[in-house]
């Protein structure tokens, strides 16, 4: 009973980092998870656990990078529109630590 009348006290925090926007969260069993919403890997969440693996997992998620490439085929844009500036800025914005890629790396995706 003490088990469960201490869990039911503890405040879950606002998440307020943006990378959250890349994962679904999930309560499990054995506590708080967070699942890509990309390529549906699973890593735990719980308070006590920082964003750097969630960071470091959506940077290099294949799936979030062919998903650039999927747009500009499905819109029939350039692939030089990776190379645009505003472009480049909107993903800045949308994810500070984003790498630039060129329209020969969009084409290996």
Request: glycine share 4%; hydrophobic share 35%.
């Amino acid at each position: 009973m003490n088990l469960l009348k201490s869990r039911r006290l503890v405040k879950q925090k606002k998440r307020t980092s943006t990378v959250w926007n890349h994962y679904d969260l999930i309560t499990k069993i054995d506590g708080a998870w967070a699942v890509c919403k990309y390529c549906k890997h699973e890593m735990k969440a719980a308070g006590h656990v920082g964003t750097t693996n969630a960071r470091r997992h959506t940077e290099k998620c294949d799936a979030y990078a062919k998903m650039f490439a999927e747009s500009i085929i499905f819109h029939g844009y350039a692939l030089s529109m990776v190379e645009h500036i505003k472009t480049r800025d909107l993903h800045r914005y949308l994810n500070s630590k984003v790498k630039d890629i060129s329209r020969y790396t969009i084409t290996k995706h």
